[in-house]
């Protein structure tokens, strides 16, 4: 546990604040290339931020303490649970710290008050939020934990370090479950970080919406945790997929070098999701809140089938 | 021995002197005194028993098997005595009766008790019967007494049953007494119990076994066992309260401690047949289809002291199984359900006369809120029954405990049968004593002066029983055990 | 054992002892209950006799005095008290009408063999010549009930019942040469109250439902909600 | 070895408890009694019985006693070893807790109709039972004590039976109860069979052959698992423990589940003593099944007392999902992860204990202050009640196994047992085991919406109804009762190695394996299996969150920083009204779209004269018609057919009586 260690771990802690907004920027960038717009410059998100943060912050009157205290216990957990996975090298403490069941967990509790904030005011469409959220994370995030289950069994651990590093060393294997998770793992991500077609990140006023409708109230400083916390969870879930099914080129030591070579890898494997994700939420259309389930669904029996393929197929073996 | 006259012969002296008492008020009063002057005589008798083993003589015996019942019988007179003075008062005024039939009440009480001390005191099998007989005659007008149809109905079922099953025992005695000629040489003794049990193994067996046919047609007619138990539930139900706190917690006792009495001697002569336990798995028989069949009953009852009257049939056949089983475990259980069961189930008569008398009806739709009518009434209900239906720390529970153990050992899957059947029975009782003590006191309903120190005091004997069996006790039980059973279990 | 050896006051027990058997019968079809009180009496005097020869061919004395207490009770008195209660309660003319008798009748036959087979076992170990009676009283007490079954009547039952008592005597007569004195007396004084309490029932019963139509008695049961 | 004190310290609180069931018959004189004198007696008994338990625990030994009671050659049988200390502490701060409580919310009732002394006095007596129950070593003691418990615990459900539904409560519980404890009575008679004796050390020396054995163990199963709740078996459970005064049901739900698990573990793990594969299986599948239907059920609730009995469901199946993962593993021989199965069920045994009391104490402070049950009328309590509110939320946040709190640390646990499948045998437990994982994470997660429902209905936006805006906080006792179990929720999920260091010894004697290595890297560090396999550093999460939570207050919020009010803006449509607000009902509709037929359902529209539309809808259990209605059917029947036998004709009697001869006859010549 020598202090570069820590150093890097910190690095890396402060790199997913910083590049949150900037995965967001990028998308949106993409999606308005493809739909032959010019669209807003990439850094337009960090923009945002820094005015939401000048503004003056308002509340409901019905609203309480715990309106006030959500963005902060929100975004916070949001960026403990992404600070426990490897982004640039391996060795972190943090992975020790928290294992991949703790950041369900912490995503869990970032959830559950960013729900009851949305119920705190008490109009109606913040109780239409929340009751979507939870329901729609209630099917997601078992998928989810089977998904990462599956490494798990095959890594013979929950810490992610471990399960990357296990990737890396034997990698020439080419496992079943592995696709299933992987494809799983995709569904969820792109139904709890709300984007088409699961939910509609950029709109209002619409019967369909699920996670604006919880943070409708907000304004200001806490309007802008929320947002931020919102971007950090994409890039949490970006980073999982990369990171942890295509590990090549992640940083191993602490050396410095490594570091930088695996911020410049990272940085173009999300590049890349970012445009595979707006390519299909160009695609694809948003789909009826009722349809919803049968997608997770699916994504639940893919993560489920990778589970037992690999227990069947591979240990058996 | 002056201790066992007491015992016996007061009640019948306090039967005489009743019927010359005029005064309703004294009478009351005499017949408390003379069941405390019985029960007196009965724990002395009890305690020189204890000191010195077997009291025999004038075809009397006294073992440590009837001695607990004479005690029993003595107490539980006493208690009831108490209870029914202000009871059988209310009664009268309400006019369902006149001063001539109080004082029949309290004649035939006092005769009723007599016959019972006497059945189980005395050691001549004639003479039991005489007595047992003599019970039926002593109660039946008090099953009449009311005189409503039902009353005169249900006196003259329970005549007509018990009539001709006293007869079918009769013939039976009649038979032993033949199977004891060729091996008893003066006659007088050949009805002597004592004097049989010493020669049993040499009794005919062919005999003996016919004997007991009848005797237990005869005498099991008297405890109430299926298919022969039609009469008790009308009697129960129709006699006045006291009566059937008397009935149910005593007279069955005796019939049973009958049917024990002559299945000790069969047992002997069939000793060597080739079918020796055959006496045993009638008991059982019969026993377990009481016990199921009465279990059943209970769902469907409309009337509270015929749903209890039907309990008792039901523990009566818990007990006869018991015995059937035979064994020193099971003897001992079915000797200490005895007890228990004779004290809780007069308790609850005692409690139900009270209930009856708030709500002025037996009908169990009628019966509501007693709790909050008259807490005192409505837990000594809810509590009792609660004990009979076999709930620690109460002593039914420990009697049905070890009688489960014993028949886990001999005859495991008769268990499961046994357990069924308290379910059953335990449902069909509370769901009927639920609406009756809880829920909101009717319009009108009025608490009544109620005497519940005899209530009181049988649970608490019963609890105490539960919790600790005392030494004294277990001693007695375990000779008596050791009497029946031929081993002791201390 | 076959008739012939056996003295003469024997042989003639064993036909009194038939006649008692024939007399029960007669109990059973007779539908007239005065007629049916006169054959009571004459069963319960016949038991005497059986039990005074028993007595005389074995001299015991007791038994002189059980055949006095029998003809006293069972032929006087209580067929008189009968007579006074039907005759109380205007029965003098009734008559009920048997159903199947002709059925009844092969009943108590089936009756009379079945209890000869029960006590097989007593006769055959070859004792002394009164236990082929036991056959007899046995089926006595069977018809008894068998009575008390098929009669509606309550006086009938009680007739039934009593006649059951006489076989009963019968059967401690011939059998055991009598029970000890203390349990006659006994038997005798309970069947004398269980008379008198009968009297006092067929009053009581009579202005509950001024009938004494025991089929009419059957309010107690616990079929009143079956469809 | 243990010294006799901890016995000593266990003797103390069941002679309180009497006490306080003794002096609570004066209090028909002087009400007051209850609350300045029963009560704390109460407390004081639970607080030694925690004494006792965390000696017994500290000290890691078996202390026996023979008591002068019972059958004449069978005294009553005492002893206390690391299990039993185990569940006294569970039993005792639980129950320390709703003394604290009670004083308070007795309060209410000296005015009421209902008698005194059968609260405080049954309340003592139900407390004694579950120690006994705990501390018994002979089946009969366990009996008389077990079935004390019911009895007791039944009065105080028909508390307040002025109801027909609490009645009916009430006698459902009861039976249902009854039949538990004979099919444990039978259990045990067939231990005792082999055993040769009711001592529970006779039992542990007899080795049972695998058939006797099964029963023994399926007797046991059924029995406790009717008093625990499982699926199907749970229908008394949302019936029951509703209606009785909440911190009874605090009791119930908290601890006497807790008892019948003990029960389970003493018979199966300790007295019976071995382990096949197909136990496992039985208890793991019951164990998930009940899990997820009693969350879904939950879901559907919108009375919360009956909703939090529901949960109660779900937790005893995690519970017995853990035990079934431990006594899978240890059939196959895996005794390092049986063993941390075994603890994770431990661990959530004692949480369920703590959330599950407070939540109950909160719906009760509720109950006190609003006089409402129903969820959709409440609403805003948060602002009416705040430190009710604040205990209610982290009872929340552990119910749904959110870190840092306690929850959490016994689910993970579970899932790390879990995903050890790989180590199994066989094919078909490896692909079990994972999918009892998912029920669990599927669960885990239907509970979070669960609660969520419940926190954002009854505590935030405006209130649904008069009286319930007009809340006021409850008195101090109460809230003291309800922060003493909170603060231990914060504690187990910040802490874990600490206590599993101190429930370590209860494997260490129950099945001979502890789990060192769980707390091996010092007690930052908790690694059930293996540093590399798992780790979780509970306090290190717990102080980041708090710090930067913190941190994030003072920078950016500058602490609280004036924020100005204004209206709701809602998407800028008229000022949202209370009757806008989405009820419970409203919450739970799209689960229930979605597990439709797991419920029965009827739900109807129908109008009314005045042209509006009646909406009415009723959820109700399954299990009722597939398991229940036709057992009560089977017995009525018989009945009817069996009472026939009581014609009322004197004649047909006496036929019975000469067949009866006539057949015996037979028989006998």
Redesign the interface.
């Known amino acids: 546990m020598n202090a570069s260690l820590w150093a890097l771990t910190l690095l890396q802690v402060l790199l997913y604040a910083a590049l949150a907004p900037l995965l967001v920027g990028w998308v949106r960038k993409i999606k308005a290339l493809l739909q032959n717009r010019k669209g807003a410059s990439v850094w337009q998100p960090y923009r945002d931020l820094y005015k939401l943060f000048g503004k003056e912050a308002r509340m409901a009157h019905t609203a309480s303490i715990l309106f006030r205290a959500a963005p902060y216990i929100v975004f916070v957990a949001t960026w403990l649970a992404a600070s426990a996975i490897p982004l640039i090298a391996i060795p972190m403490p943090t992975s020790a710290i928290a294992d991949v069941i703790v950041i369900a967990g912490l995503l869990a509790l970032a959830r559950f008050f960013l729900a009851l904030a949305g119920m705190d005011v008490g109009t109606a469409f913040g109780g239409m939020g929340a009751s979507r959220e939870m329901f729609v994370s209630a099917l997601a995030e078992p998928a989810m934990l089977m998904a990462v289950f599956t490494l798990a069994m095959t890594a013979h651990s929950t810490n992610l370090a471990s399960v990357v590093e296990y990737q890396l060393v034997n990698d020439n294997i080419l496992r079943p479950s592995y696709m299933f998770a992987l494809a799983g793992l995709m569904l969820v991500a792109i139904a709890e970080t709300g984007r088409i077609p699961a939910d509609n990140p950029a709109t209002h006023l619409e019967l369909t919406m699920i996670h604006e409708a919880m943070i409708l109230e907000y304004s200001g400083r806490h309007l802008a945790l929320m947002e931020w916390a919102a971007q950090l969870k994409l890039l949490l879930y970006g980073v999982l997929l990369a990171n942890v099914f295509f590990p090549w080129g992640i940083g191993q030591g602490t050396g410095f070098a490594a570091a930088s070579i695996g911020l410049v890898v990272i940085v173009t494997k999300l590049a890349l999701l970012g445009v595979a994700l707006a390519v299909s939420e160009t695609v694809l259309a948003k789909m009826r809140v009722f349809r919803v389930p049968a997608f997770l669904n699916l994504a639940l029996l893919l993560a489920l089938l990778g589970l037992l393929s690999h227990v069947i197929l591979e240990v058996g073996a | 021995m002056t201790a066992l006259f007491v015992t016996v012969f007061t009640p019948l002296l306090g039967g005489l002197v009743l019927i010359g008492v005029q005064r309703l008020s004294w009478a009351g009063w005499i017949n408390i005194l003379v069941c405390s002057a019985t029960f007196i005589g009965a724990s002395t008798l009890a305690i020189a028993v204890a000191r010195h083993g077997v009291l025999e003589g004038f075809s009397f015996r006294v073992d440590a098997f009837n001695v607990y019942l004479l005690v029993l019988t003595a107490f539980v007179g006493m208690t009831t005595s108490i209870f029914s003075r202000p009871y059988m008062r209310y009664v009268c005024d309400t006019g369902k009766t006149n001063e001539r039939g109080m004082r029949l009440y309290h004649v035939m009480f006092q005769l009723f008790l007599f016959t019972m001390l006497l059945a189980l005191s005395t050691d001549n099998l004639g003479i039991l019967w005489v007595a047992i007989e003599g019970a039926t005659l002593a109660t039946v007008l008090l099953v009449s007494l009311y005189r409503t149809p039902e009353a005169i109905e249900a006196a003259w079922k329970y005549f007509i049953l018990c009539g001709v099953g006293i007869a079918l025992a009769l013939f039976g005695t009649v038979l032993l007494y033949f199977a004891a000629q060729h091996v008893v040489t003066e006659p007088s003794a050949g009805l002597s119990w004592s004097t049989l049990h010493g020669v049993s193994t040499q009794l005919q067996p062919a005999i003996m076994s016919l004997a007991f046919v009848f005797l237990l047609i005869g005498y099991g007619t008297k405890v109430g066992l299926m298919p022969m138990h039609q009469w008790l539930p009308d009697a129960h139900s129709e006699g006045p309260t006291p009566m059937s706190a008397v009935l149910s917690g005593l007279l069955l006792n005796v019939a049973l401690y009958a049917v024990v009495r002559i299945k000790m001697l069969v047992d002997g002569s069939l000793a060597a047949s080739s079918s020796p336990h055959v006496a045993g798995y009638l008991l059982m028989g019969f026993g377990l289809v009481s016990f199921l069949v009465a279990g059943l009953f209970l769902h469907r009852q409309r009337d509270i002291k015929r749903m209890f009257s039907y309990s008792s049939i039901e523990h009566m056949g818990l007990m006869t199984f018991a015995f059937g089983l035979g064994g020193p475990l099971a003897t001992f259980s079915a000797l200490l359900h005895m007890l228990v069961h004779s004290l809780t189930k007069s308790a609850i008569f005692v409690t139900v006369g009270h209930a009856t008398h708030i709500s002025g009806t037996q009908a169990i739709d009628h019966i509501r809120g007693l709790i909050r009518t008259q807490p005192a009434v409505g837990w000594g209900l809810l509590i009792g029954v609660a004990a009979i239906a076999g709930f620690p720390p109460f002593g039914v529970f420990t009697s049905e405990f070890l009688l489960l153990t014993a028949t886990m050992q001999t005859q495991p899957w008769f268990t499961v049968v046994l357990l069924l059947g308290l379910a059953v029975a335990f449902a069909g009782l509370f769901r009927h004593l639920h609406p009756m003590v809880y829920g909101p006191m009717p319009q009108g309903q009025q608490p009544v002066k109620a005497n519940m120190l005899p209530v009181m005091v049988h649970l608490g004997l019963v609890l105490w029983l539960g919790i600790a069996i005392p030494g004294f006790l277990a001693r007695w039980l375990d000779r008596a055990t050791e009497l029946i059973s031929g081993v002791h279990l201390l | 054992m076959s008739l012939d050896h056996l003295t003469l006051l024997q042989q003639f027990m064993v036909v009194l002892a038939a006649v008692v058997l024939f007399t029960s019968f007669v109990l059973l079809q007779q539908s007239r209950l005065v007629a049916a009180v006169h054959a009571f009496a004459w069963q319960g005097a016949l038991v005497a006799m059986v039990t005074a020869i028993v007595a005389v061919a074995g001299d015991q004395l007791h038994l002189f005095f059980s055949a006095a207490l029998t003809l006293g009770l069972k032929a006087l008195l209580i067929p008189w008290m009968l007579h006074r209660l039907v005759r109380r309660l205007e029965l003098d003319r009734h008559s009920e009408t048997l159903r199947h008798p002709a059925l009844v009748t092969m009943a108590a036959l089936a009756l009379v063999i079945f209890s000869y087979w029960a006590v097989a076992p007593i006769v055959q170990q070859e004792l002394i010549f009164t236990r082929n009676i036991v056959a007899v009283s046995l089926a006595v007490v069977l018809i008894g009930l068998l009575m008390m079954v098929i009669r509606t009547q309550a006086v009938a039952q009680v007739l039934g019942f009593m006649s059951m008592e006489n076989g009963l005597f019968l059967a401690a007569v011939s059998a055991t040469g009598g029970m000890p004195l203390v349990v006659e007396l006994g038997v005798a004084f309970d069947v004398l109250v269980a008379m008198v309490l009968f009297g006092v029932f067929f009053f009581q019963i009579r202005e509950s439902i001024d009938s004494l139509d025991v089929d009419r008695m059957n309010r107690l049961t616990e079929r009143v909600d079956e469809p | 070895m243990i010294s006799v004190d901890a016995l000593w310290w266990a003797g103390l609180a069941i002679a309180l408890a009497l006490a306080s069931a003794a002096l609570s018959l004066l209090t028909a004189s002087v009400p007051r009694l209850l609350r300045v004198l029963v009560m704390p007696l109460f407390a004081l008994s639970a607080l030694s019985a925690l004494i006792a338990g965390l000696l017994a625990l500290i000290n890691g030994g078996v202390a026996v006693a023979e008591l002068?009671?019972?059958?004449?050659?069978l005294h009553w049988q005492v002893r206390l070893d690391a299990l039993a200390g185990f569940f006294l502490c569970v039993i005792g701060v639980v129950s320390f807790a709703v003394g604290l409580y009670a004083p308070g919310y007795v309060r209410g009732f000296e005015q009421g109709?209902d008698?005194l002394p059968v609260l405080g006095g049954f309340g003592g007596l139900f407390l004694t039972g579950m120690l006994l129950v705990v501390l018994a070593a002979d089946a009969?003691l366990f009996?008389?004590a077990w079935?004390?418990m019911s009895?007791s615990s039944y009065f105080l459900v028909?508390f307040h039976?002025?109801h027909?539904a609490n009645?009916r409560a009430?006698?459902l519980y009861?039976?249902m109860a009854?039949?538990g404890g004979?099919?444990i009575?039978?259990g045990f008679?067939?231990m005792?069979?082999v055993g040769g004796s009711?001592a529970f050390d006779a039992m542990r020396e007899a080795q049972l052959p695998f058939g006797w054995a099964s029963v023994a163990f399926a007797l046991a199963f059924i029995g406790f698992g009717m008093k625990a709740g499982l699926v199907p078996l749970h229908a008394w459970l949302p019936e029951a423990h509703p209606v009785a005064p909440s911190h009874i049901s605090a009791l119930m739900s908290g601890v006497m589940l807790k008892v019948a698990v003990y029960g389970f573990i003493r018979v199966v793990f300790d007295l019976l003593g071995q382990f096949h594969w197909q136990w496992g299986v039985a208890v793991l599948i019951i164990g998930s099944i009940s899990a997820l239907m009693g969350v879904l059920y939950a879901l559907m609730q919108h009375d919360l007392k009956r909703l939090l009995a529901y949960h109660s469901v779900e937790n005893i199946g995690i519970i017995f999902i853990g035990l079934g993962l431990a006594m899978l593993f240890y059939a196959s021989g895996h005794t390092v992860i049986g063993t941390v199965a075994f603890v994770a069920a431990l661990y959530h045994t004692i949480n369920h204990a703590l959330f599950k009391g407070l939540l109950f104490l909160g719906a009760g402070a509720i109950l006190h202050s609003a006089n409402e049950r129903d969820l959709d009328k409440m609403?805003?309590l948060?602002?009416r009640m705040?430190w009710t509110g604040l205990f209610f939320?982290i009872g929340c946040?552990s119910i749904?196994?959110?870190?840092p709190f306690n929850g959490?640390i016994s689910e993970?646990l579970t899932?790390?047992s879990a995903?050890q499948?790989?180590q199994l045998e066989s094919?078909v437990l490896?692909?079990l085991v994972?999918?009892a994982?998912?029920m669990l994470?599927?669960t885990?997660?239907?509970a979070?919406?669960c609660?969520?429902?419940v926190?954002?209905?009854a505590f935030?936006?405006?209130a649904r109804s008069r009286h319930v805006r007009r809340a006021r906080p409850v008195p101090l006792s109460m809230r003291a009762g309800q922060g003493v179990l909170a603060l231990l929720c914060l504690l187990l999920g910040v802490l874990p190695t600490v206590f599993i260091g101190l429930i370590n010894a209860v494997p260490q004697q129950v099945l001979g394996h502890g789990l060192v290595q769980a707390t091996a890297q010092g007690w930052l560090?908790l690694t059930p299996v293996s540093?590399?396999?798992?780790?979780?550093?509970a306090p290190?999460?717990a102080i980041?969150?708090f710090v930067?939570?913190g941190l994030?207050?003072w920078l950016?919020?500058r602490g609280?920083r004036r924020?100005?009010?204004?209206?709701?803006?809602?998407?800028g449509f008229a000022p949202?009204s209370?009757a806008?607000?989405?009820t419970a009902t409203?919450?739970?509709?799209?689960?229930r779209?979605?597990f439709g037929l797991l419920f029965h359902i009827d739900e109807r529209v129908e109008p009314q004269q005045n042209g509006h539309l009646r909406h009415s809808l009723q959820v109700s259990d399954r299990a009722w018609g597939l398991f229940y209605t036709p057992v009560v059917r089977a017995?009525?029947k018989?009945?009817?057919q069996?009472?026939?036998?009581?014609?009322?004709?004197?004649?047909v009697?006496?036929?019975?009586?000469?067949g009866?001869?006539?057949v015996?006859?037979w028989i006998?010549?």
């Open positions: 002068p009671f019972g059958l004449p050659w109709r008698p009969f009996m008389v079935e004390l009895l028909a039976h002025d027909a009645r009430a006698f009861l039976l009854h039949i004979l099919a009575l039978l008679g067939v005792a069979s009711f609403g805003g948060l602002r705040p939320l946040i749904s196994a959110l870190p959490f993970w899932f790390q995903l499948a790989w094919g490896r692909s994972p999918i994982a998912a994470a599927l885990g997660a239907l979070a919406a609660f969520v429902k926190y954002g209905v935030l936006g405006q560090w540093p590399q396999t798992a780790s979780y550093g290190l999460v980041a969150l930067a939570v994030g207050l950016v919020g609280v924020v100005r009010r204004c209206d709701a803006w809602d998407c949202p209370a806008m607000q989405y409203a919450f739970a509709q799209p689960i779209r979605v017995v009525e018989t009945a009817r069996v009472i026939r036998l009581q014609s009322g004709n004197v004649r009697y006496l036929g019975w009586t000469l009866t001869l006539l015996l006859l006998m010549a």
